[in-house]
């Protein structure tokens, strides 16, 4: 910063093009400091277009107060690149707000009530509302579901009569209208899941080959989309033979499965050349608890955008996935909530995704061999 005050020729526009580049980690942190902000200020006044399209960029992670003025002032560039990306980034500060908005006032909102509830009667009574409220939410959805089924019967009686008068050639509206009620069908399947009762049988199995078995069925739903070879994701797999847990078999290689899906997702987007894509999956026995991670090195997200993504509330579609039903993630959480487990991650833009799963560790009984 006082290098470039003094003389700012004296650094090479390549090196300070790649100075404002790394600048994305500094204003994504809670708190950037002054000088990186000052440093922001200067490389958006640069007479090298190149550096201030790489500040343009980042502009959306700016704090109000700083945001607002070098908005102002890139959106009226001279440069059409520097313009263009001033615009994107005032385009997701304007997104982000609105999502905002959404939160609070639909999660957010209930959190906010369920903690008064705590406050004013007690843990319990804010557990069981809690409890009240995700009945509720599948009694609603199963009335859709019943809706939707009847709604499908017709939509595919209707596109199979098309096909069967005398259309030799499907149309890209018929191929289209086909690919829709796959995925409604997907989407009920999912919504039908979220409103069955979870009592699962339990039984002794080999951590290590759930992982496995979950880790094939997250491959196959992966060749089906076509959107990444999950050969081009290197796997590496952390999990002691040793590590045994009592759980329904089903419900949790479902539950995998689905996390494991959103990670090799993580690589649908662009990924640096030199990067190597990778997924790692690791377990330990700590507190009491059974814990799996699934880290990949991802896209990732802002933490403020994982924490929405990654709310357990049903029907909140990932729509950078054409085929998100919004049921999954709600599914898996629900799943491995069943047997008294948890779920918790992390995140970061252009740095990837880590899932850590929970499960408590439950006496053998006697009976078992």
């Known amino acids: 910063l006082a290098t470039l005050r003094a003389r700012r020729g004296s650094i090479p526009w390549p090196k300070r093009q790649k100075l404002a580049e790394r600048l994305r980690p500094e204003l994504e942190s809670p708190r950037p400091s002054d000088d990186v902000l000052a ?50 980034a005032a385009r997701r500060r304007r997104e982000a707000k609105r999502r905002d908005g959404k939160v609070r006032f639909g999660s957010d909102d209930i959190v906010k009530r369920l903690r008064s509830i705590e406050r004013k009667h007690g843990s319990a009574a804010a557990r069981e509302s809690w409890q009240l409220c995700e009945r509720y939410t599948q009694l609603l959805v199963g009335s859709m579901v019943h809706d939707l089924r009847s ?43 979220f409103t069955q009762s979870l009592k ?3 039984a002794r199995r080999r951590l290590r080959l759930l992982v496995e078995r979950s880790l094939e069925t997250a491959r196959e739903a992966i060749r089906e989309n076509g959107e990444i070879d999950p050969a081009s994701v290197d796997v590496q797999i952390n999990v002691s033979d040793d590590i045994v847990v009592k759980v329904g078999e089903h419900l949790i290689v479902s539950a995998l499965a689905n996390i494991f899906k959103n990670a090799y997702e993580a690589f649908v987007g662009p990924v640096g050349q030199d990067a190597t894509r990778q997924i790692s999956i690791a377990a330990a026995i700590r507190g009491g608890a059974t814990e799996l991670t699934i880290a990949d090195n991802g896209m990732g997200f802002s933490q403020e955008e994982a924490d929405v993504l990654f709310q357990s509330t049903p029907g909140r579609r990932n729509k950078t996935k054409r085929n998100s039903t919004g049921y999954g993630l709600p599914n898996a959480i629900r799943n491995i909530a069943a047997h008294n487990g948890t779920v918790s991650f992390t995140s970061q833009e252009g740095a990837g995704t880590t899932v850590r799963i929970r499960l408590p560790i439950e006496e053998r009984e006697e009976s078992q061999p």
Do not use: W, Y
């Open 39 to 88: 440093l922001v200020e200067l490389l958006a006044a640069d007479p090298k277009a190149d550096v201030r399209q790489s500040i343009a960029t980042v502009l959306h992670l700016l704090p109000v107060e700083r945001f607002e003025p070098l908005c102002q002032h890139l959106t009226q560039d001279p440069n059409d690149l520097v313009r263009n990306a001033a615009e994107r």
């Open 200 to 202: 699962p049988g339990r």
């Open 151 to 193: 709604l499908l019967t017709h939509l595919k009686t209707n596109i199979a009569a098309v096909g069967v008068q005398g259309v030799r050639r499907r149309s890209p509206a018929a191929e289209r209208a086909n690919a829709d009620v796959a995925f409604l069908e997907r989407t009920v399947r999912d919504m039908e899941r």
